[in-house]
């Protein structure tokens, strides 16, 4: 099977396995992985040869060498020296590659390097998503024993990146589960809303590259069944609730682009602002809590929940935000870490932002008062 597997790679796609730091690879590069032994059924156990000679057993997943020689082993929440490994669909350039590593690379070092992570860049070719999906479940088959084929690869009610090609968007999977032993998340970018031609692209990729860095202080494990609970869910900030888990990756993502060379001094206001006037009206127009909005609710769940977070850091700072909450997270859960690092409870803050967010425009858009640049000064 991985026989199979390395030359359905090296046919149809250019494949990047990218060990290393970040940005040490500029390009997508052929598959060159070597075929390894698959007689044996239990890769835990040495093959004693007719020459009495052992074998190794084959090397985990999880193993990486690091660009300095040294050898590490990828713990899920640890910062790691890897690189996320990168497949692109037949109709996707080497220029989208890299362009989305970059920014990859940007949110990666803001936020610390996370894995594993296998990213997937799809084009507007269905054939070509069509083999993206067969290499991702040969892929997956061949790494883990316990892979579902009939529930974990793609079918006609689980179109896993085919999609992608009419829908467009973007999106991080948790392979983290009950059933499976090789725990990974999955970045999926696209050719449209947003395309890589679009600026958009740009703090879109650190918007899901936030996702990771949430999901990586995570380590409950789901069973996959949507019908059962995960905690996981709740520790987002709820299931199909997305005011904190979208609403901090999009503020987060908005804000670091701010920080990029050529974003704009009032970049971030503008982009605050825009969200403001898409939202605030209708927000306070309806009596749902905030936590309570899900994906499908008329009012932008995600946009109030970027004002939110940037209430919050406003009031409480950005490392009460990153490093105490989400430090704090996965052993306390997510009220008991909210409160201890916010000094309210989820309840008290809602309410004390909601009377915030009722406020005019004007004032609400205080939080993020416009730069002044000596070039642009006037006197009185």
Sequence with gaps: ?????????CLTFLMAPLSGCLGATEEVVADNTSNADDTSSDESTIVVQNDSTPTEPEPSPYDVVCPDGTQETIQWGAVTCAAPT??????????????TLKWYGIAAEEWGNYGPVELFIIGEDVDAAKDLEDLFCERHKALDDNWNEEWDCANENYQIFTRYTDEG?????????????????MMIMSAKYPGPSEEDYKPVTLHEYFHIFQHS????????????ACERHSKMG?????????????????????EQDGSGENYLREVMQRKLEMSQDGYNAQNTSLDQLTYSSEVNAYDVGAWFIAYLIHHEGEDAFLNGFYGDLDSL????????????????????????????????????????????????
């Excluded at 099977?1 to 790679?9: F, H």
């Excluded at 037949?90 to 362009?99: H, Q």
């Excluded at 004390?352 to 416009?370: G, I, K, N, Y």
């Design 169 to 185: 968007g973007a999106a991080i999977s948790t392979f983290k589960r009950t059933y499976i032993e090789y725990d990974f998340l």
């Design 86 to 99: 990168v497949f692109k669909a037949a109709d996707v350039s080497n220029e989208t590659v890299n362009l």
């Design 333 to 380: 859960g997510f009220d008991t870490a909210f409160e201890n690092n916010f000094n309210a409870t989820k309840s008290e803050y809602l309410a004390d932002f909601d009377a915030f967010f009722a406020q005019s425009t004007e004032e609400v858009m205080l939080l993020f008062p416009e730069a002044s640049s000596g070039t642009d000064e006037t006197g009185e």
């Design 217 to 228: 202080h995570i380590s409950d494990e789901c069973t996959g069944d949507s019908r059962d």
């Design 238 to 258: 709820g299931e199909n609730t997305p005011w904190f888990a979208e609403g901090g990756a999009e503020f987060m993502a908005q804000s670091l682009y701010s």
């Design 1 to 9: 099977m991985l026989k199979q597997l390395a030359v359905l790679m």
